[in-house]
């Protein structure tokens, strides 16, 4: 999700201000967010959600869905990278041990899925699909559910990354705010669409859907004004718009959501600084994107080991202990 226009970028400015107007631009915003308009519940009744009260699933096979995130990718120089075994899937496996799951990972994971494409699009690139993944001609949730089902009763644990790329059509779009709330509805109705049959198919297992870092911020180490506000105002969109649209689908279908922009750092106020070479004095938000991703580095959206390490503990927290 990378913009580049000047249009784009005075457009999610006008977004954020419309969404943010008591708030600073340096400052984290409200502490209970409330998300757009548009994003109307796919559902009327909400499902049930596990409670830390529930008792632990039963069953050691994990199933991983959605995209790059879920893939693991990696990125190996400016513009070329592959999935890898240091995602936060794979590193969860060894994690979650901790709380006694023996987790065999089935990886259905494809960089560059939306949405859409897991529901509807055949099969996945074959220098796309996650490591040591299942092999599928057909679309990433038929092929995912089609497994959960074959093997009811033995998944302890799913988790979906998706919605990423859904927005990344409106990187050009002249009218960036309505491109970006149009994708963000859609992106909620499909992920519901999605639960609705991952809760059918492994009604015991715990369903975590994931977010993402706020990579927009390492657009503040460019000498381009214009990428330096679009970091500024990044903060607000994750966390007005883009999170709680991905919350709110995941809450519906009774399933977790773990907000990685806010454990990456992403809505630290701008204002704290730290110094980094070779950048000089950068807000440590912007610090942690450049730590934890390529992003300032090849100008890639992909964590490094120790950011997906991050998004593996938050799903592990979302595991009750056995």
């Keep these: 999700m990378i913009v580049r226009s000047a249009a784009a970028t005075a457009?999610?400015?006008?977004?954020?201000?419309?969404?943010c107007t008591a708030s600073h631009p340096g400052d984290p915003g409200p502490s209970t967010p409330s998300a757009p308009s548009a994003n109307t519940p796919v559902?009327?009744?909400?499902?049930?959600?596990?409670?830390?009260?529930?008792?632990?699933?039963?069953?050691?096979?994990?199933?991983?869905?959605?995209?790059?995130?879920?893939?693991?990718?990696?990125?190996?120089?400016?513009?070329?990278?592959?999935?890898?075994?240091?995602g936060y899937a794979d590193q969860l496996v060894g994690l979650a041990a901790r709380?006694?799951?023996?987790?065999?990972?089935?990886?259905?994971?494809?960089?560059?899925?939306?949405?859409?494409?897991?529901?509807?699009?055949?099969?996945?690139?074959?220098?796309?699909?996650?490591?040591?993944?299942?092999?599928?001609?057909?679309?990433?949730?038929?092929?995912?559910v089609a497994y959960l089902k074959a093997h009811a009763g033995r998944v302890a644990l799913v988790t979906v990354s998706l919605g990423g790329n859904d927005v990344t059509p409106c990187s050009a779009d002249v009218q960036a705010v309505g491109c970006l709330t149009t994708a963000l509805r859609g992106a909620a109705r499909n992920i519901g669409r999605l639960l609705a049959r991952i809760r059918a198919a492994a009604p015991r297992a715990v369903v975590v859907?994931?977010?993402?870092?706020?990579?927009?911020?390492?657009?503040?180490?460019?000498?381009?004004p214009?990428?330096?506000?679009?970091?500024?105002?990044?903060v607000f969109g994750f966390r007005q718009f883009v999170?709680?649209?991905?919350?709110?689908?995941?809450?519906?279908?009774?399933?977790?959501f773990v907000d990685v922009t806010a454990a990456t750092g992403g809505?630290?106020?701008?204002?704290?600084?730290t110094t980094v070479a070779p950048y000089g004095r950068i807000p440590v938000a912007v610090a942690n994107v450049c730590r934890l991703t390529y992003y300032c580095?090849?100008?890639?959206?992909?964590?490094?080991?120790?950011?997906?390490?991050?998004?593996?503990?938050?799903?592990?927290?979302?595991?009750?202990?056995?």
């Design 11 to 19: 457009a999610l400015t006008a977004l954020a201000l419309a969404g």
């Design 43 to 86: 559902t009327s009744t909400p499902a049930p959600s596990r409670t830390s009260s529930d008792p632990a699933p039963s069953g050691n096979l994990y199933v991983a869905i959605g995209d790059s995130y879920a893939a693991g990718f990696q990125a190996t120089g400016r513009g070329t990278g592959h999935p890898t075994h240091h």
């Design 99 to 144: 709380k006694g799951y023996h987790l065999r990972l089935v990886n259905f994971g494809c960089s560059g899925a939306t949405t859409s494409s897991v529901l509807h699009s055949p099969g996945c690139a074959s220098h796309y699909p996650a490591l040591g993944g299942p092999s599928y001609r057909v679309a990433q949730a038929d092929a995912a």
């Design 209 to 224: 859907g994931t977010g993402y870092p706020d990579i927009f911020l390492g657009k503040a180490v460019s000498s381009d």
């Design 226 to 234: 214009t990428e330096q506000q679009l970091a500024r105002i990044s």
């Design 243 to 256: 999170n709680p649209t991905l919350q709110q689908a995941y809450a519906r279908a009774g399933a977790a």
């Design 267 to 273: 809505y630290l106020p701008l204002r704290r600084t």
């Design 297 to 322: 580095q090849y100008g890639d959206i992909h964590p490094r080991t120790t950011g997906y390490a991050i998004i593996a503990g938050l799903v592990l927290g979302r595991l009750p202990r056995r």
